[in-house]
């Protein structure tokens, strides 16, 4: 995670991301730190190991607060640095945040994947906003747009050994849905998707490889989605016994989204479903709680 030193609106990226809203006040940065704060007291709460970087206060960057769009981490020890569409994202990429993992968390760097240079060629793929992992059946799910270049997907499913199934989405008035980690939300044993979004031509088979993979596939619509309830994010959370629970880590504003029925059938998936209140990062800044997120898997050298 990344304590944000300027969150803010981005002009650069609210073309592309409808979920950003113009703040009315001043108070959006101070605010954003506070939740911030809470998700990440919240996850240590129930177990979980956080990394929490400092935020550099130069250059400006609005959106540090969404780690997860620039570099992820995988089970084999390599780190993927990724291409951003915005010009002020491509400054949140430092490789003091990737120290700090590895001092911090059991995380060994073996090999690092750079495809930042992509940028120049204006080819973008925004980490795990673009690709939705199903790391059990090594599937990387991901919808075009323009932050999601579908050749960039498939060279990096020949890297890391994944297969891809690229597929339209578009939000209710027809606009292309920017990341595909706000539509699908993909677990060990549940699987949450807004299918209306996905075309007659791509729905079909997208729904078909998600059942076949034998989870419970729940349905969000458009109203749902908007609030954030495909944004969400399952951990493994190890016990005391040396086994591990399931943590769905999602905001209150999902949480309320989702409703009792589909809650419900969250619960029989997953062993705990955490909850944070996030209004400022996701109506300022069009992400939620997945987005702060990036993920780390232990590996020790």
């Known amino acids: 995670m990344v304590r944000p030193a300027h969150f803010g609106f981005n002009v650069q990226t609210a073309q592309s991301n409808r979920f950003q809203r113009q703040p009315q006040d001043g108070a959006s940065a101070q605010a954003a730190r506070a939740e911030l704060a809470a998700l990440a007291q919240a996850l240590e ?12 206060a130069s250059p400006i960057k609005p959106d540090a607060v969404f780690p997860n769009n620039w570099v992820s981490f995988h089970d084999d020890g390599t780190i993927v640095l990724y291409p951003m569409q915005a010009a002020n994202r491509r400054l949140e990429r430092r490789l003091d945040v990737l120290a700090a993992v590895e001092h911090q968390l059991r995380f060994r760097c073996r090999h690092l994947l750079d495809l930042s240079h992509e940028e120049q060629a204006g080819r973008y793929l925004e980490g795990t906003g673009s690709l939705v992992l199903d790391h059990l059946g090594r599937v990387a799910y991901a919808c075009r747009s323009a932050r999601t270049d579908e050749s960039l997907v498939q060279e990096w499913a020949r890297a ?3 297969e891809p199934e690229v597929f339209d989405a578009a939000g ?15 677990g060990a044993r549940c699987a949450l998707i807004c299918s209306e979004s996905i075309p007659p031509r791509d729905r079909g088979r997208v729904i078909a490889r998600l059942r076949d993979s034998g989870r419970e596939l729940i349905e969000i619509d458009y109203a749902a989605m908007n609030d954030f309830a495909g944004n969400l994010l399952e951990l493994q959370v190890p016990t005391h016994d040396g086994a591990t629970q399931s943590l769905l880590v999602m905001s209150t504003r999902a949480r309320a989204a ?15 479903v955490l ?4 209004p400022t990062i996701e109506t300022v800044g069009g992400g939620g709680a997945r987005c702060m997120l990036a993920e780390v898997p232990e590996v020790r050298a």
Do not use: K, Q
């Open 160 to 162: 890391m050994h994944y």
């Open 45 to 56: 709460s129930a177990g979980v190991r956080t990394c929490a970087v400092e935020d550099t």
């Open 275 to 278: 909850d944070v209140p996030l």
């Open 172 to 186: 209710p008035d027809g606009a292309p849905i920017y990341h595909t980690n706000v539509m699908l939300a993909i």
């Open 258 to 272: 989702l409703g009792r029925e589909r809650l419900s059938r969250i619960a029989g998936a997953v062993d705990r």
